[in-house]
């Protein structure tokens, strides 16, 4: 019986109506039997009774049919007639055999007595048609008082015969309804029996399950369903009444549900009011993170604007030293072709002096034979003088010879005296001309030395503007990502500005539920932090120092923020000391010289600080000297920014540049309101309640 009480509402119902299944079974089950055993009856009582019945009383017809034919065919002598006469009784006959070989068939004695009888007398029956059926072919007169004397008596027998089977069949049909209708009554007295057990067996069940469902339940369906609508309107401080002991129940558990989901929305309402807080505090510090994102945007923007201009110039001075390059190589092949030429000049010149030397020596041969010549005129001309008169033709002859050499040798004497100073004048040339060609050998060598010094500055030129190139890429790129930074930056305050409303949604939403006076009391007991507590914002991260000495800058400190009290300046040079001093004991040397530089305007704003707030700075300062690690953070914020150093080439400023110095500007002179904290998280539920208020358990 415990089983039974423990059993689920779904296995109760299961059960039950599993019962009322079986039990509709069962009870179709006898009714389909009971119906079936009768409709067989029904059947066996029409086969077995009915029908034979009808072939009997048919049979009985048709013998007295077949008695009344014979009168026929004696009387009526046309062959045909007595031919169709003889067909219709063979037919009758067929029925009468038929209903002896029925009763022989039955299974009641007395009718399978009658079924012999019946065979015996239609046998001397049909004998006795016969006899008088061939009297009557013969057309002997007797034939009618043959059938009146012989066969009329067996045919009131054969009658008689099927009349008492009919009877008897009918007696048998009657025990057969009787047996039908007693059936029909024990099946309709049974079905009766079995339904009103079953009833009874249901209402039992039935009431046994309505009252383990109340005590499941705790109470009337309605009443929990009440509760659950005052619930589910925020009204969490309705009591619900069950009764005494009763820690199982539904409406035990509902109230189990209300008192943790009121001390639950009481946890909710105090945290929501703390997020909302911390909200308040994300969208302030965005606000501001955008505005100096934005204004670093516009400082990346205006020195990638700054390298792009100087990219310009070095791709412009390149143009130029290649250009010179263009023009050195031209000059030093200009130079290299002087060089030939004059060489070629010399060699002409060497060429000249040698036919010069060699018209000398033909010259003095011409001048040797025209010696030789005047000789030999004088020669002839005294030899003409001894000849005498006969000689005289001679004479002239020898004397215009003679005339002729000397005039060849003067010639040859000027042409010798012309050459000499041909040769001299070469000679001299081809000296001048050697010195002009060692000068444009040394030209030559020169202007190859400037056109690879040219080369080296445009190589140079070309790796300077690569470097710049990329320089200006990465400040493209920074600039870029500032931006997307920016963009991120005004989503994220868009986003922390849309969890503000959210959370007040949240808060108004919580504040619909209505708490009991328990609930209320422990949230008044635990309040959540007071708004207005100002805590240290979260600060950067401290930057890396330079890994490269030469190229280690000094790290630009952050801004003093116009809400940081004055006191905070000495605090913010401390730790501005301190960041660069470990910057520099990571950089090495020169990191330490560029952060002891980066410090040392702060050291001088700090002090003057110091001496306008007088006590108060100096016990900030000290403050700020031993305080946590987390002292460096926060003067990344509270400290100045260091101007950056002019520029040689003075640009107009962008108007975003402006905006954004413009924002600077009125950043500084606005005073900020202090941050309220985040509250803490409500303390936890305290322990050693019972299981059934307690809702992890629940």
Known sequence: MSKLKNLSLRSSLIALVLFFIVTLLAVGAIAMQQLWSISQKQRAMYTETVMPLRVVVDAARQGATHFRRMYVYIWNTDPQARQNELRLNEDSEKSVLQARDRLLQEQDPALRALGGRLADTWTRYKAAVNNVKGLADRNDPTAMTVLHKDSAELHVAARNILMEAAKRQEELAHLDTEDAAAAVERTFWT????????????????????????????????????????????????????????????????????????????????????????????????????????????????????????????????????????????????????????????????????????????????????????????????????????????????????????RSAGAAKEIKQLIGDSVGNVQTGSQLVSEAGSTMTDIVTQVRRVADLIGEIGAAAQEQGQGISQVSDAIN?????????????????????????????????????????????????????????????????????????????????????????????????????????????????????????????????????????????????????????????????????????ARATARPATPKTAAGRAASATDARTPRRPRPSVSAPPPPAPRGKPAEDDWESF
């Open 191 to 406: 079905l009766t029996a079995l339904i009103v057990l079953c009833a009874l067996i249901g209402m039992i069940l039935g009431l046994s399950l309505v009252r383990s469902v109340m005590r499941r339940l705790g109470g009337e369906p309605a009443y929990a369903a009440r509760i659950a609508q005052e619930v589910a309107k925020g009204n969490l401080g309705v009591r619900v009444q069950r009764r005494d002991g009763d820690d199982t129940s539904v409406l035990a558990n509902m109230e189990a549900m209300r008192a943790n989901l009121a001390r639950l929305v009481s946890q909710v309402r105090q945290t929501s009011e703390s997020i909302a807080t911390g909200a308040t505090q994300i969208s302030t510090g965005n606000s501001d993170l955008s505005q100096r994102t934005e204004e670093q945007a516009a400082n990346v923007e205006e020195t990638a604007a700054s390298m792009e201009q100087m990219n310009a110039t070095i791709k412009q001075n390149l143009d130029s030293v290649q250009t010179a390059t263009q023009l050195a190589g031209s000059a030093s092949q200009a130079a290299a072709r002087g060089g030939e030429v004059v060489g070629n000049v010399v060699s002409t010149m060497d060429q000249i002096s040698a036919s010069s030397r060699k018209i000398v020596d033909i010259i003095a041969v011409i001048d040797s034979i025209a010696f030789q010549t005047n000789i030999l005129a004088l020669n002839a001309a005294v030899e003409a003088a001894r000849a005498g008169e006969q000689g005289r033709g001679f004479a002239v002859v020898a004397s215009e010879v003679r005339a002729l050499a000397q």
């Open 477 to 645: 790129q920074l600039d870029q990502t500032t931006q997307q930074n920016a963009a991120l930056v005004e989503e994220s305050a868009a986003a922390a500005a849309s969890l503000n409303e959210q959370a007040a949604t949240l808060v108004k939403l919580v504040s619909v539920f209505q708490l009991g006076s328990e609930e209320s009391a422990a949230s008044h007991a635990a309040p959540a932090t007071t708004p207005g507590a100002v805590h240290a914002p979260r600060q950067p991260h401290a930057r890396p120092a330079a890994t490269s000495p030469a190229h280690a800058p000094a790290q630009a400190p952050a801004r003093v923020s116009a809400s940081a009290p004055a006191a905070a300046v000495p605090t913010a040079a401390a730790s501005a000391a301190a960041a660069s001093a470990g910057s520099a004991g990571s950089a090495g040397p020169a990191g330490s010289a560029g952060a002891a530089s980066a410090a040392a305007p702060l050291a001088g704003t700090a002090s003057a600080g110091a001496s306008q707030t007088g006590g108060a700075s100096a016990a900030a300062t000290s403050a700020a000297a031993t305080s946590t690690p987390a002292a460096p953070t926060a003067s990344a914020q509270a400290a100045p920014r260091v101007a950056a150093p």
